[in-house]
C-alpha cells in the first residue's frame, strides 16, 4: 500500500494496478461462465476447430 486510495485508477506497478486487475479478471472470468451457460462455449468451438 503505497498512502493512495486503494480505488483509485492508477497505471504501472502500483497496488491500485494490481486491484483493478484482479477485479476486472474476475468480471471477465464471470462473463465467459454466463457465455458458456447460455450455450456458446468458445473452447467447445476452438476444440472443434481443432479436429480434438
Given at each position: 500500500?503505497?498512502?493512495v486510495?486503494r480505488?483509485?485508477?492508477?497505471?504501472g506497478?502500483?497496488?491500485?494496478?494490481e486491484?483493478?486487475?484482479g477485479?476486472?479478471?474476475?468480471?471477465?472470468?464471470?462473463?465467459?461462465l454466463l457465455?458458456d451457460?447460455?450455450?456458446f462455449s468458445?473452447?467447445?468451438?476452438?476444440l472443434?476447430l481443432i479436429?480434438y
Open positions: 500500500y503505497n498512502g486510495d480505488n483509485a485508477f492508477l497505471f506497478w502500483t497496488p491500485q494496478a486491484l483493478w486487475n477485479r476486472l479478471a474476475a468480471i471477465g472470468f464471470l462473463a465467459y457465455w451457460l447460455a450455450g468458445v473452447l467447445r468451438d476452438v472443434h479436429g
